[in-house]
């Protein structure tokens, strides 16, 4: 038993339809509208550093006494947000908005942690560190 196999020729053979020219204020316009989506993109992610860093702080100090398991990571999420925002804010020339950040960076280090979060007082500076990010949120808002 034999079996054969028919090649079928194609009949129809289409031709490509011709390339036209890219327009040089096209690709501006296509190379504009993509920065834009960058820029929107940058700043929807420091929006959420912002606000993760911010929560890290407000449950911080909601939890306080339930703290001691979870204190390197929300010294790790605090610490990191605050690199981000520092590196951020020199490179758009806020110096002083650097600094604050930087020193949150140190004083919320995970490896060198400079406080335990035991007592009353180290809960006061907790809080009190939440001020420089709801400064940045507030003057973002301000500028737009």
């Given at each position: 038993?034999?079996t054969?196999?028919?090649?079928?020729?194609?009949?129809?053979?289409?031709?490509q339809?011709?390339?036209?020219r890219?327009?040089?204020a096209v690709w501006?316009g296509w190379?504009?509208?993509?920065?834009?989506?960058?820029?929107?993109?940058?700043a929807?992610?420091?929006m959420?550093?912002?606000?993760?860093s911010?929560?890290?702080?407000c449950?911080?100090?909601?939890?306080?006494?339930h703290?001691?398991?979870?204190?390197?990571?929300a010294?790790?999420?605090?610490t990191?947000?605050?690199m981000?925002?520092?590196?951020?804010a020199i490179?758009?020339?806020h110096?002083?908005?650097a600094a604050?950040?930087?020193?949150?960076?140190?004083?919320?280090?995970?490896?060198?942690p400079?406080?335990s979060?035991?007592g009353?007082?180290?809960?006061a500076v907790?809080?009190?560190?939440?001020?420089?990010?709801?400064?940045?949120?507030?003057?973002?808002?301000v500028?737009?």
């Amino acid at each position: 038993m034999s079996t054969s196999v028919a090649l079928l020729e194609l009949l129809d053979v289409r031709e490509q339809p011709p390339s036209k020219r890219l327009d040089e204020a096209v690709w501006q316009g296509w190379m504009e509208k993509s920065r834009e989506r960058e820029r929107r993109g940058r700043a929807a992610r420091l929006m959420a550093v912002k606000w993760v860093s911010l929560a890290a702080l407000c449950v911080v100090a909601g939890v306080w006494s339930h703290l001691a398991p979870y204190g390197v990571v929300a010294r790790f999420v605090v610490t990191a947000g605050a690199m981000v925002l520092m590196f951020h804010a020199i490179h758009a020339g806020h110096y002083a908005f650097a600094a604050v950040f930087g020193a949150l960076a140190l004083v919320y280090n995970p490896i060198a942690p400079l406080f335990s979060f035991s007592g009353e007082w180290q809960r006061a500076v907790v809080v009190a560190s939440a001020a420089p990010f709801v400064a940045s949120l507030a003057s973002r808002n301000v500028r737009t």
